[in-house]
Nanobody, 121 residues
């Protein structure tokens, strides 16, 4: 069983910062690409940032220069540092990891439960 647990969400004023964490646990042989998504009320879930196993990162244009995705392989944890937050960043943030549970398994997507980020103006 693989589990992803997010933490770090909350309420912050515009211009403030938050750091989200996503810890993976369970039967993990290897983790591939890790990603953060978000879903605002009435909108589709969208990709915010990704980091590959090799460390390459990609960001949604609206968060470039403000958000930073990183990972700690030893802890099976990834982070999303969010600075200069705007009201339009308000959403539930989800982490997703592509994980393989053994050398003979196939890669599968696993999602966290989501953490609420609310930015007040």
């Amino acid at each position: 069983q693989v589990r992803l647990v997010e933490s770090g969400g909350g309420l912050v004023q515009a211009g403030g910062s938050l750091r989200l964490s996503c810890a993976a646990s369970g039967s993990i042989f290897s983790i591939g690409t890790r990603s953060w998504y978000r879903q605002a009320p009435g909108k589709q879930r969208e990709l915010v940032a990704s980091i590959t196993s090799g460390g390459s990162t990609t960001y949604q244009d609206s968060v470039k220069g403000r958000f930073t995705i990183s990972r700690d392989n030893a802890k099976n944890t990834m982070y999303l540092q969010m600075n200069s937050l705007k009201p339009e960043d308000t959403a539930v943030y989800y982490c997703k990891c592509v994980i393989i549970k053994s050398s003979w398994s196939r890669w599968e997507d696993y999602w966290g439960q989501g953490t609420q980020v609310t930015v007040s103006s």
